[in-house]
């Protein structure tokens, strides 16, 4: 059984950081990219970052990019992802996604999904 455990969400101001991780369990991950998806109230889930097994390739949104930063550690199989300069706009449930490469993870092709953290950017 394989489970995605996210943390590190919460309510931050306008301009404020948060650091959000996933731990990952239940099996080997060899070769899995790992990432994040997001879905904000009223609206479809939205890709955010991606990054291959050896951290060596990451994929971010074009309106993300500069203010994000996604990570790994692969010995404690989790994955990070820094925001910082948050605006009310990134509020939403930020999910952990574990695919087969991280163009899976971009265009949708999720083999786990974690249960989801909220993140709220208050104004």
């Known amino acids: 059984q394989v489970q995605l455990v996210e943390s590190g969400g919460g309510l931050v101001q306008a301009g404020g950081s948060l650091r959000l991780s996933c731990a990952a369990s239940g099996r080997t991950f060899s070769s899995y990219a790992m990432g994040w998806i997001r879905q904000a109230p009223g609206k479809e889930r939205e890709f955010v970052a991606a990054i291959s097994w050896g951290g060596g390739n990451t994929d971010y ?38 695919a087969t490469s991280t163009r899976a993870v971009q265009l949708g092709g999720i083999s786990y999904w974690g249960q989801g953290t909220q993140v709220t950017v208050s104004s």
Not at 65 to 93: H, Y
């Open 61 to 98: 949104a074009d309106s993300l990019k500069g203010r994000f930063t996604i990570s790994r550690d692969i010995a404690k199989n989790t994955v990070n992802l820094q925001m910082n300069s948050l605006k009310p706009e990134d509020t939403a449930v930020y999910y952990c996604a574990l």
